[in-house]
């Protein structure tokens, strides 16, 4: 009998790649029309994109809601965003955590478009 049947599990991310490339090479060799092999690849590709952007986030060392924190404190023009101990009272943001996002701010709003606002 053939049927459909979700499995639940919850894998660290080294072992979440280790099983897409397992997975992906041993349905490599299957029809490459086959839908089973387009949803494999499908969701192998998803979870390289979710993984990418944790890895990039990691690397950055600032969260969405950091930057969002960071953000609201700009756009509401209260103070010199270069005023750092002032930019943390208000955003709640270490002066680490500040100094990052002004360094990387270009990036940052490459990772999460949408948060800059005008």
């Known amino acids: 009998m053939h049927g459909k049947m979700k499995i639940s599990i919850t894998l660290d991310k080294e072992d979440w790649e280790i099983l897409l490339d397992t997975v992906g090479n041993a349905f490599s060799s299957f029809d490459p ?41 700009r756009v509401s023009g209260v103070t010199n965003m270069y005023d750092v101990q002032t930019v943390s009272l208000l955003s709640s943001l270490t002066k680490q955590t500040i100094l990052e996002i002004m360094k990387r701010y270009s990036e940052l709003m490459e990772l999460y478009p949408g948060v800059r606002k005008e």
């Open 33 to 73: 029309d086959s839908e089973l092999l387009a949803e494999v690849t499908k969701v192998r590709n998803s979870a390289n994109t979710q993984l990418g952007k944790e890895i990039e986030e990691q690397r950055i060392k600032a969260t969405r809601e950091q930057f969002e924190a960071y953000e609201r404190v």
